[in-house]
């Protein structure tokens, strides 16, 4: 039973850099052909994709953020990750990490989320 | 990509049916069958509920059930249960090959 885990600080300063972590217990990251995503939700609001990467490095981002965003992986690890640059109070967040199959827009897998607070 | 369009709120009495509209454009839900739908009680992450516009996810009651015309996909929940409170989202790949979710709808049972 795949297994998914979000981890990194809770509260990044405006301007600075967000940087989160997904470790992938229970198989491997390169088994199967599986994606691997970021998707976010402010307080009370939608869900929103952020981007995902496959294990060969190959990624693919949301146009409206694309320019702050780089995802990465570490086979190594077992993880993945999201770093979004120039953040403000709009990137306040639940952040998921989800598995995505095929890449086609179908996320079995979630984490549990992290909450992201953007403040000085 | 603009967001796909569903109904902030639908409600029903147990028992009944309900159904959550998805609404997008000739580029997303009209031309692919990628439509997936999850349910998201308040605080927990989302849970896929529907894959592929109609197919259900081992574990999923046959209850929950899932359909596409044209540009519109929808969430059908029949005999419904106190249980199925939630928010639902619906998703579609889309002509830019990324996803792009719906606002939501919460589910109300009466």
């Known amino acids: 039973q795949v297994q998914l885990q979000e981890s990194g600080p809770g509260l990044v300063k405006p301007s600075q850099t967000l940087s989160l972590t997904c470790t992938v217990s229970?198989?491997?990251?390169?088994?199967?052909?599986?994606?691997w995503s970021w998707i976010r939700q402010p307080a009370g609001k939608g869900l929103e994709w952020i981007g995902r990467i496959y294990t060969s490095g190959s990624t693919n981002y949301n146009p409206s953020l694309k320019s702050r965003v780089t995802i990465s992986v570490d086979t190594s690890k077992n993880q993945f990750s999201l770093k979004l640059s120039s953040v403000t109070a709009a990137d306040t967040a639940v952040y998921y990490c989800?598995?995505?199959?095929?890449?086609?827009?179908?996320?079995?897998?979630w984490g549990q989320g992290t909450t992201v607070t953007v403040s000085s | 990509q603009s967001a796909l369009t569903q109904p902030p709120s639908v409600s029903g009495s147990p028992g009944q049916s309900v159904t959550i509209s998805c609404t997008g454009t000739?580029?997303?839900?009209?031309?692919?069958?990628?439509v997936s739908w999850y349910q998201q009680p308040p605080g927990t992450a989302p849970k896929l509920m529907i894959y592929e516009v109609s197919n259900r996810p081992s574990g999923v009651p046959d209850r929950f059930s899932g359909s596409k015309s044209g540009n519109t996909a929808s969430l059908t929940i029949s005999g419904l249960q106190a249980e199925d409170e939630a928010d639902y989202y619906c998703?579609?790949?889309?002509?830019?090959?990324?996803?792009?979710f719906g606002g939501g709808t919460k589910l109300t049972v009466l």
């Open positions: 000739s580029s997303d839900v009209g031309s692919y069958n990628r």
């Open positions: 229970g198989g491997s990251i390169s088994s199967g052909s599986y994606y």
């Open positions: 989800a598995r995505d199959y095929g890449g086609n827009s179908l996320w079995d897998v």
């Open positions: 998703s579609s790949y889309t002509s830019s090959s990324t996803p792009v």
